[in-house]
């Protein structure tokens, strides 16, 4: 029995009579768009609905979410994987008691470790599963096989997206890469587009219909739209003061677009097939060449 179906058996007895969270994963084709601003604010507006919510910052090179929540983690997904923390211990608590996990650079050496030492792991992630009814992975920004390895393990995808000509194109490169990834599937995972900074309702809807007239002619994939965040100065003061849009100004134009956008989300919950945290990771290792 190699790794791959050692893991995959952890899986399967691990979810047995288990919670499977909703895990939602944030991209964009380049930095500066937004991306972790709206997986932030994104997260407030579930708390808001009832939901128990956590982000995984798996943008490794920088520290956006934790800038933006203003806390400084103790521990990160490194220390869970190699130092022997349990996963509660590196949950960071921010506001509105959103968790949040630093990604840390570990995942790549998670292929060599043992049998019982991935049971440790999968047990840990299973166990966020239950702490969690939404998980919202902030991809780094690009092309990275990183930030594909991410894509591809997630069933849900939100492209964040503005009406820069480059955010464009680079939007359409990481469409393009993701879809010719060998593990990348259109019947399990579903890519929907935000469009961010935008002037007016229909720049963001023209702007969707940009993007998706060449999706859909060079790509074939089913590409869909959740609506548009406006450029609004309260969600640049709210990031100067390293607090959520979503809290300081509820009645700001940003803040009612992203309870929209989460509300779309939750109404979709039922269509979505639930996958987990422990899944999603397996589905990233069995990627490696393990054995």
């Known amino acids: 029995m190699d790794q791959a179906e050692q893991l995959r058996n952890i899986i399967k007895a691990g979810n047995l009579q288990r919670p499977v969270a909703r895990v939602i994963t944030v991209t964009s084709g380049k930095g500066g768009v937004g991306k972790s601003n709206t997986a932030i604010n994104l997260a407030i507006q579930f708390r808001k609905m009832g939901q128990r919510v956590i982000i995984l910052d798996a943008d490794f090179g920088l520290a956006n979410i934790e800038i933006m929540f203003g806390a400084v983690p103790k521990h990160n997904l490194c220390d869970l994987i190699y130092q022997g923390k349990n996963i509660k211990e590196i949950i960071t608590w921010g506001p509105m008691e959103v968790g949040f996990i630093s990604g840390g650079s570990g995942i790549v050496g998670m292929s060599n470790l043992s049998k019982d030492y991935l049971n440790y792991i999968i047990q840990n992630l299973t166990e966020l599963d239950a702490i969690a009814d939404v998980i919202i992975v902030d991809t780094g920004a690009g092309i990275s096989d990183a930030v594909l390895e991410f894509l591809v393990a997630s069933g849900e995808i939100l492209l964040v997206t ?108 039922e269509t979505v097939r639930k996958r987990g945290m422990a899944a999603f990771f397996s589905h990233i290792l069995n990627g490696k060449k393990m054995g």
């Open 162 to 269: 503005t009406p820069e000509p480059t955010s464009i194109t680079d939007s359409y490169s990481l469409l393009k890469a993701l879809v010719r990834h060998p593990r990348f599937s259109q019947e399990t995972s579903q890519v929907k587009m935000i469009a961010n900074k935008v002037d007016k309702e229909e720049d963001g809807q023209a702007l969707y219909e940009k993007l998706n007239a060449v999706v859909s002619r060079y790509l074939k994939l089913p590409f869909g739209y959740l609506g548009p965040i406006p450029q609004d100065n309260q969600l640049s003061k709210a990031v100067m003061q390293q607090v959520p849009v979503s809290m300081q100004n509820p009645t700001a134009k940003s803040s009612q677009a992203y309870e929209s956008i989460a509300a779309k989300l939750m109404n979709k919950e």
